[in-house]
């Protein structure tokens, strides 16, 4: 096989890239000053390809790597066009939305992705079973993720009066929060490959069995890089526009429409795995992916806003902070036994449904 | 067996039917213009077999149904009692106390009727097993209606100032959670008669082996329906002045007293299947009522209040959901494993006895 | 054996007794009249060991005792120390440090000596397997005691307008859910007799397999007992002097230094058995004290403090509240399985150090 046909392969392997079009639609639409909505759109469209090329791209390569730096590899890499789509927004000063997008990314894989999954693999195949000690780390995790965010929540609304309020206090509790997130996601990292299993992420998350080599792994990843990072950019630019077009709020936007553009590639893969009835694997990239968000790209950006010099402290508005737990102890009840059905994705899709209604409905 | 021997077992089956007597009661005391308390505690007991008759025939009727068509009589007749009491007081503008006692059912069934199974179930059988899939359908049903009742007040709270602020924002909110929670309680009974068995609630709750004729069972419903019409009406005129009378707030007579009127024929049932070591019965029974309350009984109320003109909002207050939330999250702890024991027993009835402690002195 | 090399033997059977060496210093550093500071450390200090002999000494009688006798001395005098220090504040009006220590003991024995116990355990024996029924009641048990914080306070809140009002009603319902407390704690006891177990704090806790007379074991747990309440008033005395000197806060204090100080035995001999494999007892000492200073030193001490006249209700602050909430799901998730591993105690050391920097910053 020659390189240009492994590259090739990349972009053929999912159906999901012939959305790939709506990129230079978007800079056509752009260059023709047209309607930001459109722009929007557009640029939406695209980077669901754009963050399908670097999840496939990373998997390649940590195929390649190995278990050890392939599982750090997913952890860095596995959620880039999230972290890529927050810097731009958080470069443009839209700190509401970025908090909103984490949030939608973290309740749309656990309610949506990993319902939709248990629903299309409960309909095919009736009961699944799938590995308990999987669920119960992921969702260990993300209850650690849950604390982290409703304790300094509880100290900005009880000891300053509001949760607008962020004194110093705040900023140091954060970066605090932070660093004790990534230390234990990466003790997790180091658990998993001590016991040959990534208790949080499966390897081959994104799918397709044939290997290409490294060098195409690695320029796909950065076609996949720069084109993300691009649209990124233009999306973010339309956003303000868009929105009142469209006449929904900031925070709608970011925890339901953001959200399930950056995470389309891991519903399409999680619910192929449930298809297949491989609900191990589903559950893995969903409640995994919720997990990576939750414990690496939030305190990461929490810490990269220093550098950009635009403070974002881990203090959420008391809707996230409520859906999020809500939806993790959801996760958690319907996981614990190790089974899954149709009826547990839809209960799971019904509460999504719950929280989308009254995030439409809060005023901005 | 003739008919009216048919008729006359659902008259002789239980011995709570000798509270009928009260009927009678209540009409010559309201006829004597006698002091409102009376009247009310009169309405109440009569309404204890009232209720229990159409649990019975409804559970014969279904019986003769066949599985699909009885599950659905048994969905929508099953809490036809609770029904009728919280319509009566919503046509006389106690929204208040119609919210009170859905809750009060809704905790009563878990803590209180759940608690005494186990713990007469547990003294005379020691640990009991049941079925973890039935309990674990029904806590996540459970805390569906949780998060439905929970966002809707978040957003009352936090966007409009105070859970008294109802604007019509939340009362769209209202009707699109109650769509939700009808549509997945119905996928419920889909999902059960699909597996041939009731996630939610046992065929043959309300107890007798004893079969009689389906013109018996429409004949003993329709009494049961016209008897507790009335019984309700009379009750909820003299629900004010009574209240007074012995000083107790809307709240507690709703959350305590109203329930333990509208399902002592499930505290009887429950507990009898207990005691015949029918655990997971026992199970259905309450926590399956519970479940039908929340996610059937409470929606339709909210939807038929808008036929009535008198909107109510899924909005409950901020004792309420807490008390909700918590009874859920304990059903669920007690039960994951599928065992119980007249110690789990007790520390749900002494979580019951906290709550109503709290709801005794919240002032009115 | 003699008498006295009996008593020896207590003083030398642990390394921590050491530490008594600091008693004599404190009262030194008192005569001297030291610096608050020093004398606050040195009385700290020479509690471990104090409250060590006084735990040794029960286990000792309760072994001496029989079952049932036995699991009553456990559970009165297992946290005597506690209970000292938390009179010794009660009656120098430190109200606010009782509730922060009470907290303390919670989330510390929950959090950090049983995710340490994880910890070392799981790095020397990998995955290690528990009771899942002791693990179950205890944490049932704390989530009753949960639920009896969380309703006075959300009463006090929504009814009375802020934590800090206190009206008749609440001192109230604090008795009544005391009684409940200690009522369902004394039922756990019951139960543990007749089904030979102890399922919420094993018996030979504190340790040796040498048992010595009961004549032996009382005169060390008067002198154990002596010595803590003579260095407990000294404590107090120095308390806000040295609270100022270090800059932190009564809150802060209480939570972290107080509980840290009063709980060491409990770390030392739960992260023994977690060494030696024994999982079950580990769990045992930690989640079990934490379940007995919820269900039984915190009731005590509410109806202790009317006999003092210095009335102390149930109602803690929200920080209080969230961080055992928190803390005890965060137990029930990772400890339903029956198995526990190094991972998932970092997790909870994760979720201790999350809290412990929030109480942090909570300014005074």
Redesign the interface.
């Known amino acids: 096989m020659s390189w240009s046909s492994d590259v090739r392969h990349h972009f053929t392997s999912s159906w999901l890239n012939v959305l790939l079009i709506a990129a230079p639609i978007t800079w056509w639409l752009d260059w023709q000053e047209a309607r930001p909505l459109w722009i929007f759109i557009a640029a939406a469209l695209s980077l669901v390809p754009a963050a399908g090329l670097i999840g496939g791209a990373t998997d390649e390569l940590a195929d390649h790597a190995g278990p050890t730096l392939g599982g750090l590899l997913n952890a860095t890499f596995g959620n880039a066009a999230e972290l890529i789509i927050a810097i731009a927004a958080l470069k443009a000063h839209h700190t509401a939305i970025v908090k909103a997008s984490i949030t939608g990314s973290i309740i749309g894989n656990l309610l949506l992705v990993y319902g939709l999954s248990c629903v299309v693999g409960g309909a095919a195949h009736g009961a699944q079973k799938f590995s308990?000690t999987s669920a119960?780390?992921a969702?260990?995790?993300l209850?650690?993720a849950?604390?982290?965010l409703?304790?300094?929540a509880?100290?900005d609304l009880?000891?300053f009066g509001s949760l607008q309020a962020h004194p110093e206090?705040?900023d140091?509790?954060s970066w605090?929060?932070s660093i004790?997130?990534l230390?234990?996601y990466g003790?997790?990292l180091v658990?998993s490959f001590r016991y040959n299993r990534d208790?949080l992420r499966a390897a081959t998350a994104h799918g397709s069995d044939r290997r290409s080599s490294i060098s195409a792994a690695l320029a796909v990843l950065t076609i996949g890089t720069v084109l993300t990072t691009v649209q990124a950019e233009i999306l973010v630019t339309a956003l303000a526009p868009a929105l009142k077009t469209l006449g929904i709020t900031e925070l709608f936007a970011g925890v339901i429409v953001v959200a399930l553009v950056g995470n389309a590639a891991e519903h399409y893969s999680a619910v192929s795995a449930a298809r297949a009835n491989k609900m191990t694997l589903a559950l893995e990239i969903s409640v995994g992916s919720s997990a990576q968000i939750a414990l690496v790209v939030a305190p990461v950006l929490v810490l990269l806003s220093y550098a950009f010099g635009r403070p974002m402290s881990l203090v959420f508005?008391?809707?996230e902070i409520?859906?999020i737990g809500?939806s993790v102890?959801?996760v958690?009840?319907?996981s614990?036994?190790g089974e899954s059905?149709?009826?547990?994705g839809?209960?799971l899709l019904?509460?999504y449904?719950?929280?989308a209604?009254?995030f439409y409905?809060?005023?901005g």
Chains 1, 2, 3 share one sequence.
């Open positions: 308990k119960g780390s969702t260990v995790m209850f650690l849950t604390v982290a409703v304790m300094p509880v100290v009880v000891s206090e705040i140091r509790l605090w929060t004790i997130l230390t234990v003790a997790g658990f208790p508005n008391a809707f409520t859906a809500l102890l959801a958690a009840m319907v614990h036994d059905n149709w009826l547990e839809l209960q019904g509460i449904l719950i929280l209604g009254a409905i809060i005023p």
